[in-house]
C-alpha cells in the first residue's frame, strides 16, 4: 500500500514541479507567461568569442542586419547654423529618406556570418529620433517596400509581420541594455510593449556595432490590436502620442489644450493622432477623437471626478494608467508624460495609456540628472496625473500595485539577476561595439549633445556603466519603498477640497 501511495505522490511530482518552476520564473523581471518571446533566455548563444568586425572574418551569435544603400548617406542629420542651433534635417535630392536592400540574417545557430543568407528586402531608410540625431552612432527608421514602393510587411527576426521598424543604436546609453531589458519587464507588467531584438548592423559593408531592432507602436495584430478606420464611422479607434509636434500629424485640441492644462508640455509639444493617418483622417474624424479624450479630461476635472459613474473612471482602463505611472516613477523616466507618450482607444471604448516607448534615459541616463539620488516623484505633476493622485480610489491602487511589483518583476533581485543575464547573453558582441564606439567613455572627445552632464557622470568603461544603473536602480527602489506612503499626502483632503468646489 505504502508503495502505492509513494507512486502517486511521484506522479504529482512530476506534474506539479514544472508549473512550480514556472510560476518561479514569473518571478523575475520578465515572463514568458503571455506568449513573448524573450531573446537572451531563448536564442543560441555564444558558443566562442570573436573580436573580427571586418565582413570576411566576422561571426556572431546574434542576428546580423546588412544593410547596402550603393554608398548614399543615409538623411537625417541635424542641420546646425553658425550659432549651433538646429535649422533642419538633412535630405538627398530633398528627399527625407532613400531606398535601401536589407538582409535580415537569422538562423537557429550560436554561428552566423556576414556571407550567410538571409530574408532580403527593400526598404525606405532615414535617421531616427531627436536628441539622437545628434549622436554619432545613428539609429535608423525603416519601411519596408515591394518593387513599386508600396509598403510590404515582413516578419523579422521572429517579431509578427509590419512594414514599420525601429533600428535603435544604444550609444548615450552605454550599458547597451535599457531599452531591451526595460521593454521586456514592461511587457510583464502591462500586457503588451514593443518586442525588441538585439543585433549586429553593417552599412554598406562596415561594422556599426551592436543594435537592437524594434517595433513601432502602430496599429497591427501583433502590435496595437484595433479595428481598422473607416471614413465616416461614428466612433472608431485610435492611436494618440504626446510629443513635439509633428508637421506631418494632425494635432488634438483638447479640453486640457485650450484650459492650458498642457502648459507644461511646451509650445512645441502636443497630442498628435498617429492613427488613423492624417492623409485619412478628415476634420469630422479629428473632431470625434478631440471630443473623445475631451470627455475624459472635462470628467477628470470636473468636482464629480472622484466618481466610478460620473467622474474619470467611466473613459479610461484605470488599471493601464496605474501600471503606467508606477513604471515611470520607479524608472525615472523624466520626459514620461510629455515626450514618448503614447495612449490608444480599442475594442472596449476606454483610452488606454500605452504601449511604453523609450527607455533610453531610465534610472538617470539623461543628459542633465533630474534627481541624481533617485529622492523624488517625478509624475505627480504631469498631466491627468497630477489630477488622477488627488483621488483616493486611484491613489490606492497606485501604492498597491507599487508593492506588488515589487516583490515580482521590479524587485532588486528579479532585475540585477536579468541584467547580468543579458550581459551574458551578449558576450563578445560588447567587446565588437567597443571597437567602433569605445572612444565615447572619454568625455573630452564628445561635444556636449553626445554625453551626461557633468562629465563625472561619464561612466569611464563598460563595468562602470552596468554598476551605475544597477546602483541607481538600487537606489531608486529603496527610496520608493520607503516613501511611496506619501502619495497619499497628494489626495488628502487639505490639497483636493479646491477641487470639490471648482
Known amino acids: 500500500m505504502k508503495y502505492k501511495i509513494i507512486s502517486a505522490v511521484s506522479v504529482v511530482l512530476l506534474l506539479v514541479l514544472p508549473l512550480a518552476l514556472q510560476a518561479l520564473r514569473s518571478d523575475s523581471a520578465v515572463s514568458r507567461a503571455r506568449g513573448r518571446y524573450i531573446q537572451h533566455l531563448e536564442a543560441p548563444k555564444e558558443q566562442s568569442a570573436s573580436s573580427a568586425t571586418d565582413p570576411v572574418h566576422f561571426q556572431t551569435h546574434l542576428p546580423v542586419v546588412e544593410i547596402d544603400t550603393d554608398d548614399i548617406p543615409v538623411p537625417g542629420s541635424w542641420i546646425l547654423n553658425a550659432q549651433g542651433a538646429r535649422t533642419g534635417t538633412e535630405t538627398v535630392n530633398g528627399q527625407e529618406q532613400i531606398e535601401a536592400h536589407i538582409r535580415w540574417i537569422d538562423h537557429d545557430t550560436s554561428v552566423k556570418t556576414y556571407k550567410d543568407d538571409g530574408l532580403d528586402t527593400r526598404a525606405l531608410i532615414r535617421i531616427?529620433?531627436?536628441?539622437?540625431?545628434?549622436?554619432?552612432?545613428?539609429?535608423?527608421?525603416?519601411?519596408?517596400?515591394?518593387?513599386?514602393?508600396?509598403?510590404?510587411?515582413?516578419?523579422?527576426?521572429?517579431?509578427?509581420?509590419?512594414?514599420?521598424?525601429?533600428?535603435?543604436?544604444?550609444?548615450?546609453?552605454?550599458?547597451?541594455?535599457?531599452?531591451?531589458?526595460?521593454?521586456?519587464?514592461?511587457?510583464?507588467?502591462m500586457g503588451y510593449a514593443p518586442e525588441v531584438r538585439f543585433c549586429e548592423v553593417f552599412l554598406n559593408g562596415r561594422y556599426q556595432g551592436l543594435y537592437v531592432l524594434m517595433e513601432t507602436i502602430r496599429k497591427g495584430g501583433s502590435r496595437i490590436d484595433i479595428e481598422t478606420y473607416?471614413?465616416?464611422?461614428?466612433?472608431?479607434?485610435?492611436?494618440?502620442?504626446?510629443?513635439?509636434?509633428?508637421?506631418?500629424?494632425?494635432?488634438?485640441?483638447?479640453?486640457?489644450?485650450?484650459?492650458?492644462?498642457?502648459?507644461?508640455?511646451?509650445?512645441?509639444?502636443?497630442?498628435?493622432?498617429?492613427?488613423?493617418?492624417?492623409?485619412?483622417?478628415?476634420?469630422?474624424?479629428?473632431?470625434?477623437?478631440?471630443?473623445?479624450?475631451?470627455?475624459?479630461?472635462?470628467?477628470?476635472?470636473?468636482?464629480?471626478?472622484?466618481?466610478?459613474?460620473?467622474?474619470?473612471?467611466?473613459?479610461?482602463?484605470?488599471?493601464?494608467?496605474?501600471?503606467?505611472?508606477?513604471?515611470?516613477?520607479?524608472?525615472?523616466?523624466?520626459?514620461?508624460?510629455?515626450?514618448?507618450?503614447?495612449?490608444?482607444?480599442?475594442?472596449?471604448?476606454?483610452?488606454?495609456?500605452?504601449?511604453?516607448?523609450?527607455?533610453?534615459?531610465?534610472?538617470?541616463?539623461?543628459?542633465?540628472?533630474?534627481?541624481?539620488?533617485?529622492s523624488e516623484f517625478m509624475l505627480v505633476d504631469r498631466i491627468w496625473y497630477d489630477r488622477l493622485l488627488s483621488d483616493p480610489y486611484f491613489n490606492e491602487k497606485v501604492i498597491?500595485?507599487?508593492?506588488?511589483?515589487?516583490?515580482?518583476?521590479?524587485?532588486?533581485?528579479?532585475?540585477?539577476?536579468?541584467?547580468?543575464?543579458?550581459?551574458?547573453?551578449?558576450?563578445?558582441?560588447?567587446?565588437?561595439?567597443?571597437?567602433?564606439?569605445?572612444?565615447?567613455?572619454?568625455?573630452?572627445?564628445?561635444?556636449?549633445?553626445?554625453?551626461?552632464?557633468?562629465?563625472?557622470?561619464?561612466?569611464?568603461?563598460?563595468?562602470?556603466?552596468l554598476e551605475q544603473m544597477k546602483e541607481y536602480m538600487r537606489r531608486r527602489g529603496a527610496w520608493m519603498d520607503r516613501h511611496i506612503d506619501s502619495l497619499r499626502q497628494y489626495a488628502h483632503s487639505s490639497r483636493t477640497e479646491k477641487y470639490e468646489t471648482r
Open 128 to 189: 531616427r529620433g531627436n536628441s539622437s540625431r545628434a549622436f554619432d552612432k545613428k539609429s535608423y527608421q525603416i519601411k519596408l517596400i515591394d518593387e513599386k514602393g508600396n509598403e510590404e510587411k515582413a516578419q523579422l527576426f521572429g517579431m509578427g509581420a509590419h512594414d514599420n521598424w525601429a533600428l535603435y543604436g544604444p550609444y548615450l546609453d552605454k550599458t547597451l541594455i535599457r531599452n531591451y531589458l526595460l521593454m521586456n519587464v514592461s511587457a510583464s507588467v
Open 230 to 374: 473607416e471614413p465616416g464611422k461614428a466612433e472608431f479607434d485610435y492611436i494618440l502620442r504626446i510629443d513635439r509636434n509633428d508637421p506631418d500629424s494632425r494635432v488634438v485640441n483638447s479640453f486640457s489644450t485650450y484650459t492650458f492644462r498642457q502648459e507644461m508640455l511646451g509650445s512645441s509639444a502636443g497630442v498628435q493622432v498617429i492613427y488613423p493617418p492624417a492623409s485619412k483622417l478628415d476634420e469630422k474624424g479629428l473632431k470625434y477623437i478631440e471630443d473623445n479624450l475631451s470627455a475624459f479630461e472635462k470628467a477628470l476635472y470636473s468636482s464629480d471626478y472622484r466618481s466610478a459613474s460620473r467622474g474619470y473612471r467611466r473613459y479610461i482602463d484605470v488599471d493601464s494608467f496605474v501600471d503606467y505611472y508606477v513604471l515611470q516613477e520607479f524608472l525615472a523616466i523624466s520626459d514620461a508624460g510629455t515626450r514618448s507618450t503614447y495612449l490608444y482607444r480599442d475594442r472596449s471604448g476606454k483610452i488606454k495609456i500605452g504601449p511604453v516607448w523609450d527607455y533610453n534615459n531610465a534610472w538617470n541616463n539623461y543628459f542633465m540628472s533630474f534627481d541624481e539620488e533617485g
Open 400 to 465: 498597491e500595485r507599487y508593492r506588488e511589483l515589487r516583490k515580482t518583476f521590479l524587485s532588486d533581485e528579479a532585475l540585477l539577476s536579468e541584467m547580468d543575464e543579458i550581459v551574458d547573453y551578449l558576450g563578445s558582441a560588447v567587446g565588437r561595439n567597443e571597437s567602433v564606439w569605445g572612444y565615447a567613455y572619454d568625455p573630452s572627445l564628445l561635444d556636449g549633445n553626445q554625453k551626461l552632464f557633468p562629465d563625472e557622470r561619464n561612466p569611464e568603461n563598460y563595468e562602470s556603466a
